[in-house]
């Protein structure tokens, strides 16, 4: 049964803290989107990469976010430092090139305290 | 860039009746809008999507209807059934030869009254 992986799938953290987050695409698929999901603004998109490449993170604080994907198995979410107000369950989701459907995991709900 | 507006925010009905779900989109280059369900403490789960060079597509109890000239597309479905309560959201892309960025909708609850 492939599914995206998350993890962690809970942090709770101090502000100032660095958080790593972490994300397996479904094996085969070339495409990773990162989202950020609260209750004030939804599903917003933070960053998404094609073949390994950033294409787009627009939609993520560059001062302290930062995306990657080490290898085609791995795309990791870095913030550093957090704050309280990036509370949010973050969510991964990945694409088959030729297709449009995104398949989503099962988030990692982040509390800086 | 493009935006979605969803509505109602909620919606409850009686188990056995229709639910409808509304979107609008703003940008007419969007082709692909996907529909999720997402339950509580998991992932948006996609149950169905429609290009823009269909007008309609149905799967068992649900359907969804396009209209590219309005620029509004529905989720339908029929006699629902309690497992059916969720959030549901709905979504527009470019769509293509690969996967694009999604915009989302706010999101509709919908609760199914046994």
């Known amino acids: 049964d492939a599914r995206v992986t998350q993890t962690p799938r809970d942090k709770v953290t101090e502000m100032g803290q660095e958080v790593t987050m972490r994300c397996q695409p479904i094996l085969g698929h070339n495409t990773v989107f990162w989202y950020r999901q609260t209750m004030m603004q939804g599903l917003e998109l933070l960053a998404y990469f094609r073949n390994r490449a950033p294409l787009d993170d627009s939609g993520m604080p560059k001062d302290r976010f930062s995306a990657e994907m080490p290898d085609a198995t791995l795309a990791t979410l870095k913030i550093q430092p957090s704050e309280p107000r990036d509370s949010a369950v973050y969510f991964c989701?990945?694409?088959?090139?030729?297709?449009?459907?995104?398949?989503f995991g099962p988030g990692t709900r982040l509390t800086v305290l | 860039g493009e935006n979605v507006e969803q509505h109602p925010s909620t919606l409850s009905v009686q188990e056995g009746d229709s639910a409808v779900i509304k979107c609008t989109y703003s940008?007419?280059?969007?082709?692909?809008f996907p529909w999720y369900k997402q339950e509580l403490g998991k992932g948006p789960q996609l149950i169905i999507d429609?290009?823009?060079?269909?007008g309609e597509k149905k799967d068992q109890r649900i359907a969804v209807t396009l209209n590219k000239t309005a620029k509004h597309f529905s989720l339908h479905i029929t006699e629902t059934q309690p497992e059916d309560s969720a959030v549901y959201f709905c979504a527009a892309s470019l769509g293509g030869a690969g996967s694009y960025q999604l915009t989302f909708g706010k999101g509709t609850k919908l609760s199914v009254i046994p």
């Open positions: 940008d007419s280059a969007s082709n692909y």
């Open positions: 989701a990945s694409g088959l090139a030729g297709g449009n459907e995104q398949f």
């Open positions: 429609i290009r823009s060079n269909v």
